[in-house]
């Protein structure tokens, strides 16, 4: 049974209750079963470490995955979600480092290898329950029980089962190779680990002397801001092309050779040297200089010690003459290598440990960390006359992202795997799939794959995967092993666990008569890992052999932009390697989520909430549609703000959440007053009629269409945007302007078609939004499946809105047309509304006219079509549509923005702003269209004028006209003051205070009340304009008005004392409809008072439009036939104008209930007079201890006791005869209580 909904909601509550109904149900495990023989979906997850909490970058990450695998669901696939967990790698042994103060290598041999790893392996899961209750309550729905971790022996399997392949293919190397290397951890990083943790920092800036040899008095000059480097200088360089100098420093008498473009380097001003010679840098090249150190002389034999040359060497910065320390750098490796002074294989002049201190050969310096060596090799530098200058140095300088700590360029020994000899197929891999912004795969991918290097794949750690190679002492003879098989026969020992401390100590018999081959120590850089992950993740090819075929490539994955040169990059490269295919068609790539501030979000500074904390306080979902309907989704950056979270509540669900409760509301309203049981069946529902109610279904159809269209191009950024734009269609629009049909005050047929209008819409855009916000649409469903008629379910499982396909587009009710008129009608309200608002003239005061102006005259008959909601949301009595702005006199002009231009133009700024003043209408106006003008020879802009309308007042009459245009359509409001209007505006904020007490005192419209009031000072202005609008005050509120005192008996709901045009108002509501006998102040039922002048009769009338309330609907046929009637006339050529515009069969009349019309015989009426009081006298009926026969409806209704004005001839017998007639009894037994 459907259930009421509360008129407040606590959004991260109610998500809890649903937590606890999916895991009752054990819906996602259901999903998967109920999609086991459908067609296969494939999706990897990419690992994250768990020995970190989720931030907000894993849930937008997390939130797209869960959103298009929920939507791949919803289609009609089956899709298995796995989650994985990186268990290797820094981030786990730097954590164990710092517990046990591990300072390097020496403390892991001493504690044992076992031992560490044991370490490792206790904290890897650390918080792992705390990922997955967070992603739990964040919605994602993803399989923790039957996850992937790169621990997993079987997972370690495949990846050798990988490096095997690469190695059979001669893919795999060993070599040298500079590479970042963190001093903290004692290993090298990849490129992708050294871009995370950039700082700025001060460095020592040095310029020493390279004195040569063929004359010591002239010296080279080389700048460096790593003194460090400078005991391992094997060379140095200059550019070929650029022009060098040799000059004479006046102060000393030295002789420098520099890159004339950087004398500035060394001097303030040309007056502090005299150049001597001019020549390009090729002159340099070959010559010998004196070295700094005297540390690696031998060094000399292979070309050490002399001038390089090459073109890396700018004019940017530094003297023009580089330092080359190839150990160290590595286009100073690149280059001494061309130049043959050292061999890739060559013993490696690199006198750092991996702590990064300086070994025995640097015996100066012995000990010392490199960086705080710094300060004594710039001392010894000084002592022995070879420093120039001396100061610091501001640049930016990559950090390690786990330690913090600087790095260092340092070459490495390492195994490679062949990357560049593939760049071409990587890159026609990579066209091959679909990318989510695309300009990702063409600029930031593509440009990183199109400079690829050779990817250095180990690490030399303990805790990861060891690379399975056994190798001879001098590794001549290498043998690599694929599988725990091969490695158990080639040993003939027994293999439980593939980590080092159970493989380490194996051996293999050696076939080359080198003994025994023995592991290499290295272990493979956790991102080789996860590259292998959809192989690895399966136990491929060990298991699963065609499930894996059949469903590779992945058909989606989805990361941060920051993957581009991790995850997405190993992937392509080993799926390329191994197969030639790429590994995925579809990704999604997500911006960076900063701090409010635009920085880096920082446990450390504390600069951002926590994550769990705003869902606590607003809810996931609010979360995730703020994540979604965001830049972020175009791999753009976000700046995160709580505030954006809060507004997703209060402008989204909010208002979707009170359509959903009006809805439940007026369905329960429905059943307690007419008994009529709402179920909702699609095949049978019939079509409704009402315009509004195809605009918002054919807008529902048009938006699936769109929907479907959309995520199958896994373009999230534009669905979202459109999802809540439609929102606020159905509740600031659909809703707001069928609240009396909806609420059943038109009829209890035209509730009935709204009502199914609402739900049917409202049903729908569960379904659609249930990927994106999972929680708020399974409330609403939970409650709405009571309203669904059972035998439309076809035996489902319907218990969850996630077991639920998509709707399928229904195109025969999608009408362009009438989207099209009622977007021209929102515009003309909009463009009125900002009028109403500029005038500060509230919508409660009605206004005379609202002129049309639009050159397409189809779009003005589309607005026509529309005209009574125009009327109604703007509050006017008139709508006029013209193509002719020249009638109302309508001229542009413009004024200059004084603070724009003033601070532009400076001097030339009042000629301009007398220019632009005088700028004619004409010229304004294509302004308007191309957004640009020349003024005095200025181009201006939109930003530069302020454009206004303006009226010649001979042309538009005595009317008061404001104007406003959206380019397409001009707006005109009449805004003359008018009397009876003002009343009226009055009358309607006594409304307003009333049903804002209403919903103070939290009543529904089914509350039965009575309301008493007082105004005091009595016969004033608003004690007048109530008493003249009882009968429009009660047609609004529908409960009976009665002036104060409140009787005694009365059992008050809630009082309020205020005020209002000068009187106190008083306003009391109280439990239950007036005793029978007590007189209303106003008609049970709406009206029309009537002014009739046909054939010279004129008379007045009354004719009830429904009687009773809510039955007996008249339409303007029938309302003719009883003008006839009534009026006794002998034509039937009858013409009724409202306001001097003729009513039609489209006309809905109830909304004229109070208003005057006009009777004759064709023409229009020469005066309007209108006049809000009933033109009759009337007795109000309530029918008490019976039940309506015929009519089954109404309860109250009501009997004009003269009709026309004046004709009294109703008797006693008369009066129960029409009161029987009212509601279907029978007269003899029918009673009058008066």
């Known amino acids: 049974m459907v259930q009421p909904v509360p008129e407040t909601i606590n959004f991260p509550a109610e998500e809890e209750q649903i937590l606890k109904i999916w895991k009752e149900l054990d819906c996602f495990q259901e999903c998967l079963k109920q999609s086991k023989n459908k067609p296969r979906y494939t999706f990897y997850d990419g690992p994250p470490f768990a020995t970190g909490l989720p931030h907000y970058g894993h849930i937008l990450a997390g939130t797209i995955k869960d959103i298009v695998t929920r939507f791949a669901h919803q289609s009609g696939f089956s899709v298995e979600r796995r989650f994985g967990w990186d268990c290797h790698g820094l981030p786990v042994e730097y954590e164990i480092d710092k517990t046990l103060g591990i300072k390097g290598p020496e403390d892991v041999a001493k504690m044992g290898i076992a031992e560490y790893n044991r370490h490792c392996r206790s904290i890897v899961m650390r918080y792992s329950g705390e990922w997955e ?122 002789i420098y050779i520099i890159m004339e473009a950087r004398l500035v380097a060394l001097f303030k001003s040309d007056t502090e040297y005299n150049i001597l010679e001019r020549f390009k840098g090729i002159a ?210 027994k293999i439980e666990d593939l980590h080092r401390e159970s493989v380490d100590h194996i051996t293999i018999p050696s076939h080359g008569g080198k003994g025994v081959l023995r592991r290499v120590s290295e272990v493979f850089d956790c991102w080789f890992e996860s590259g292998s992950m959809p192989y690895a993740q399966v136990h491929y090819p060990f298991e699963n052999r065609r499930e894996f075929e059949d469903s590779f490539p992945a058909d989606f994955i989805a990361e941060g932009i920051d993957q581009t040169r991790g995850w997405f990059y190993t992937l ?60 972020v989704v175009r791999a753009e950056n976000l700046r995160f703000k709580e505030d954006g979270v809060r507004d997703v509540l209060k402008d989204v669900f909010l208002p979707w959440y009170n359509a959903y409760r009006f809805l439940i509301q007026n369905v329960q309203k429905l059943q307690k007053e007419e008994g009529i049981q709402f179920l909702y069946n699609e095949s049978t529902v019939e079509d409704s009629n009402n315009i509004m109610d195809k605009w918002i279904l054919s807008f529902t159809q048009s938006l699936i269409q769109f929907f479907k269209t959309e995520m199958e191009a896994y373009r ?98 999608i009408d362009r047309r009438i989207e099209t008129a009622v977007a021209q009608m929102q515009s003309v309200i909009e463009l009125g509304r900002v009028i109403r608002d500029r005038k500060t003239l509230p919508v409660k005061y009605p206004l005379k006219e609202v002129v049309v102006i639009q ?53 030339a700024f009042k000629s301009v702003a007398a220019a632009i003043k005088g700028l004619q209408s004409v010229q304004l106006e294509e302004f308007q269209k191309s957004g640009s003008i020349i003024v005095e020879g200025h181009e201006l802009h939109e930003e530069d004028l302020r454009l206004m309308y303006t009226f010649d007042a001979s042309t538009a009459g005595s009317a008061q006209y404001e104007a406003h245009s959206d380019f397409q359509a001009l707006v005109l409001l009449d805004v003359t003051p008018d009397q009876s209007m003002v009343d009226e505006g009055v009358a309607r904020e006594v409304i307003n205070r009333i049903q804002k007490l209403r919903k103070k005192a939290h009543l529904v419209p089914s509350d039965e009340i009575t309301i008493y009031y007082s105004s005091q000072p009595t016969g004033e202005y608003l004690d007048n304009v109530i008493k003249n609008h009882t009968d429009f005050i009660l047609g609004t509120v529908k409960s009976s008005l009665k002036l104060y005192p409140v009787p005694n008996s009365a059992e008050i709901i809630i009082q309020e004392k205020t005020q209002l045009k000068g009187s106190n108002l008083d306003l009391t509501l109280a439990k239950g409809t007036s005793d029978v006998g007590a007189l209303p102040l106003g008609l049970n039922c709406a009206y029309v008072n009537i002014k009739l002048s046909v054939d010279g009769k004129k008379q007045d009338g009354v004719i009830l439009l429904e009687n009773p309330r809510g039955d007996n609907i008249v339409n303007l046929i029938k309302l003719k036939n009883m003008i006839i009637s009534i009026f006794r006339l002998q034509t039937s050529k009858l013409a009724i104008f409202h306001e001097k515009k003729e009513l039609t069969n489209e006309t809905d009349l109830m909304i004229l209930s109070g208003k005057t019309v006009y009777v004759t015989a064709g023409t229009a009426p020469e005066a309007i007079i209108q006049s809000e009081n009933l033109l009759c006298k009337y007795v109000n009926l309530q029918l008490v201890n019976a039940k309506p026969q015929e009519c089954l409806k109404g309860t109250v209704g009501a009997i004009l006791l003269e009709n026309p004005a004046g004709d009294t001839g109703l008797t006693y017998p008369g009066l129960l005869h029409e009161t029987a007639k009212v509601f279907g009894l029978r007269s003899k037994k029918t009673k009058i209580v008066p």
């Open 284 to 493: 340099l090249k070959g010559k010998k200089y004196k070295p700094l150190f005297d540390y690696f002389l031998e060094c000399k034999e292979t070309g050490a010690f002399s001038v390089l040359v090459d073109n890396y060497v700018k004019e940017e910065e530094g003297t023009g003459v580089v330092h080359q320390a190839p150990y160290f750098g590595a286009d100073d490796f690149r280059v001494c290598v061309d130049y043959g002074i050292i061999q890739k294989d060559s013993s490696p002049v690199c006198p750092v440990d991996a702590s990064g201190c300086f070994t025995a050969e640097v015996k100066d310096f012995a000990g010392q960390y490199v960086k705080d060596a710094d300060k004594n090799i710039i001392k010894y530098l000084k002592d022995k006359g070879r420093l120039v200058h001396c100061s610091t140095f501001n640049h930016n300088y990559p950090f390690c992202w786990r330690s913090d700590t600087p790095l260092i360029y340092k070459a490495v020994p390492s195994w490679f795997v062949r990357v560049e000899h593939m760049v071409d197929k990587l890159l026609e891999n990579n066209d091959k799939c679909y990318w989510v912004p695309e300009f990702v795969r063409e600029k930031r991918f593509g440009n990183w794959l199109k400079d690829a290097r050779d990817w250095a794949i180990s690490r030399n750690r303990y805790w990861g995967t060891p690379i399975p190679l056994w190798v001879s002492e001098d590794f001549e003879e290498v043998v690599c092993v694929g599988s725990v098989a091969e490695l158990e026969d080639l040993s003939g020992i």
């Open 716 to 813: 999230l950024y534009t669905v979202v945007p459109r999802l809540v734009k439609f929102v606020d269609m159905l509740t600031n629009w659909y809703v707001r302007m069928n609240r009396k049909r909806l609420k059943g005050e038109t009829g209890t047929e035209d509730c009935e078609r709204a009502l199914e209008t609402l739900f049917a819409v409202l049903f729908y855009m569960c379904r659609l939004m249930a990927p994106f916000t999972p929680f708020i649409t399974e409330l609403m469903y939970q409650n709405l499946r009571h309203l669904i008629d059972p035998s439309s379910v076809e035996n489902k499982d319907t218990s969850c809105i996630h077991y639920l396909m998509l709707p399928q587009v229904r195109e025969s009710i």
């Open 572 to 631: 392509l490269v080993l799926s390329t390697a191994l197969f030639g295919k790429p590994p995925f068609r579809n990704v999604i790539v997500n911006g960076l989520v900063l701090a409010s501030d635009g920085q880096k979000m920082s446990k450390r500074k504390k600069n951002y909430p926590d994550p769990i904390n705003i869902v606590n306080k607003y809810g996931a979902d609010a979360l995730r549609l703020y994540l979604i309907n965001s830049p």
């Open 133 to 254: 209750t967070a992603i739990t309550r964040l919605g994602r729905w993803i399989d923790f029980k039957n996850d992937y971790k790169t621990l997993y022996p079987s997972f370690m399997e495949s990846v050798w089962w990988v490096f095997k392949q690469l190695y059979d293919k001669g893919l795999v190397y060993r070599g040298v190779k500079v590479m970042p290397f963190s001093t903290a951890c004692n290993t090298p990083l990849s490129n992708f680990e050294a871009h995370q943790n950039y700082k700025d920092v001060q460095d020592p800036s040095v310029i020493v002397t390279f004195p040569l040899e063929e004359d010591e008095n002239i010296s080279l000059v080389a700048w460096t801001t790593t003194p460090w480097t400078l005991p391992s200088n094997l060379a140095v360089c200059v550019s070929p092309e650029y022009q060098y100098v040799k000059i004479k420093e006046i102060s000393s008498g030295n």
């Open 855 to 907: 050159k397409d005259s189809e779009a003005l008959e589309e607005i026509r079509s529309l005209e009574k909601y125009i009327l109604e949301e703007l509050n006017v009595r008139q709508l006029t549509l013209s193509t002719d702005k020249d009638k109302y006199g309508i001229r542009l002009k413009a004024e200059p923005d004084h603070m724009v231009l003033g601070k532009r133009l400076k001097g």
